[in-house]
């Protein structure tokens, strides 16, 4: 048995066992898709806080969001609840709210999340879209 | 001429090569806040039991109790001393400890590979420089934390064995590997492996010289040193080998999903590999905290809160780590398997260490994540594997080495190779 020999039957060894891992691999995100975090929190909204969610369709500032948008009302106030993918694009979204005046407290940021509220949000409303924040 | 220029050359390069990798392992150990380390507050409590109060913790006092306590004595002495002369923080001498360590584990594989291959200096050079360059050497060098003198411990006892495999194996060399890798025991449990697969190889060789004595002897001499240790856990808490949690009841292949064995977002280890994607499934969670760091401790800042964003340079630096390892693994891979053919096909005691290291320490580690299941992942960290390194490392190098074409111009080519890889790991190995 040569060193080449040995490193040659190695290595198609390595091979074997590499290429089955990224065969499951491949087949997993063939067949599966991950839930995304704006689904996540629909899926959240949904089930655990019985509210009803619908896409924003009119607001141009939320159908840039790479992460997606969303629309809903909790306890009698309508909020449009933007997801951000990175920290520049929640400046963006923030700034592009801002952009026709103020909004004040209506605009709220946590994290990823850029809410618009119609009327300024009570701690309890707030409160509802942090427990489904991903 | 040239070939005297080449044969200066190459102590040169070593040399270098060390001496970076020793300011390497010491700024980045000067530079690590210690608390960020594996089980940090929990590894103070015990050195500080230790040194001060001369017993060992409880598990009250601390979540590292079932760990052997070499490290902490002397990162405890360490402590002290620091806190006499009012050096602050008075962990930092443990965590130079660790990187001493990390230092010792590079300088010891380049004498293993120089001792199976003594004419073969690219191949020991190989070595070095992807054993210096491993993320999860150089992460588990900068912690507070005893992985990297076990590795240290236990490298020096399977080089102490194969100098002895390579001849006829003595009794005071014997002895003498049987003491580091009873001491290397008595610093991490992920060292009873390589003290089975010494004493394998010893016992192999022993089998085909009629010569029984140098195994007994290692083992012999490991416990001397590692048996109060293991009564002590057998009488305390019930069991040598207690871990800081009770195992589950149920068998012991039903404490893990099918996912835990087959990996199937491996994928995403490319895209995304940080915590708290593929969290428990093996192979891409090890793969990515090996190469990465997984669970953000690393120059980072520490993983979100629920809505948090993480900066999109930490997620872009390990995606480029996880992509820089593929080759690096499969020829390590590689490596592990030829060698064990290669020990099979010559009866070589000597070559047959370090595969018989590698698979006995990836053995036990899938035994211990599949028998102490954890929903947040504890269980699985690419430093729980560094007594592999060694294997690793020279495996791939000698893959390397044995496949590539001889001549000159390909050996230059080799190292420009290296140097790219170790070139772009740069950014993440330097805090």
Redesign the interface.
Known sequence: ?T??R??????V???V??VA??T??????VS?D?PTVLQLTRRCLEREKGLAVEPPIGDAVAATARGGALRTVVEGNLVTISV?A??AE?ERLHAGYAAPGDPGSRLDV????VALWLREPSPTQRQAT?DC?? | MPTERRIRAFPVAVAAILVAEAVLLAWNAWRFDWLRGYDAYANDRYADIVSTEYRLPSEAESGTWHTPPLWFALAGALRRLADAVGWEPVQRPGQLLAAAAGLAICVLVFLLARTLWPERRLLQLLALVLTATSPALLRASAMYHPETLAVALGTGGALVAIRGLKGRMTIPAAVCAGALLGLASLTRAWALPVLAAVVAACALDGWRRRHWAPSVVVLGSALVLLAPWLVNQQAAHGSALAFNRAAPSEPLLDRRPASFYLGPRALRAFGHPVTPLFRNELLPHLYADWWGDWALTWDSPPPPAPAGLLPSTVVAERARQAWVGVVPTLLALAGVLALAILANARRSAALAVLPLTAVGVAAAYVLFAVRFPSTDGDTIKGTYLLMALPAAGIGAAFVVDALRPRGRAWAIATVCAVTVLVALQLPFLVL
């Open positions: 048995m060193d080449r040995a490193a040659r039957l190695g290595l060894g390595a091979l066992f590499v891992q990224l499951v691999g491949v087949a997993w995100s599966h991950d951000a990175s920290a929640v946590h994290g990823r999340y942090y924040a991903y």
